[in-house]
Nanobody
């Protein structure tokens, strides 16, 4: 089983909202920075948002600023992504990832990954 498990994806209309969750499986990621990436068909995996291990620092891709919010609960070993004002261009498979180093935005820099959850935004 993948060390991280995503849930909450689905089909939503433009302007709608979804909440994704990422749960650690088999180990704790309380002291890891966490991130969400997404990959649309035919495109490279891109950084969406990251959060430091304490939750005190976050960084967002420009394309989602003001619409997406990341949060974490280290006691529950979960990281959530609240997505609002969704657009068709947000359609992608969304991946949760863990990184030993805070502030990195390249997929290859992350150490652990989930298998992804599909988000589809209809126009």
């Amino acid at each position: 089983q993948a060390p991280l498990v995503e849930s909450g994806g689905g089909l939503v209309q433009t302007g709608g909202s979804l909440r994704l969750s990422c749960t650690a499986s088999g180990r704790t990621f309380s002291y890891y920075a966490m991130g969400w990436f997404r990959q649309a068909p035919g495109k490279e995996r891109e950084f969406v948002v990251g959060i430091s291990w304490s939750g005190g620092n976050t960084v967002y891709a420009d394309s989602v600023k003001g619409r997406f919010t990341i949060s974490r609960d280290n006691a529950k070993n979960t990281v959530d992504l609240q997505m609002s004002s969704l657009k068709p261009e947000d359609t992608a498979v969304y991946y949760c990832a863990a990184d030993r180093v805070w502030g990195e935005t390249c997929a290859y820099e992350y150490n652990y990954w989930g298998r992804g959850t599909q988000v589809t935004v209809s126009s």
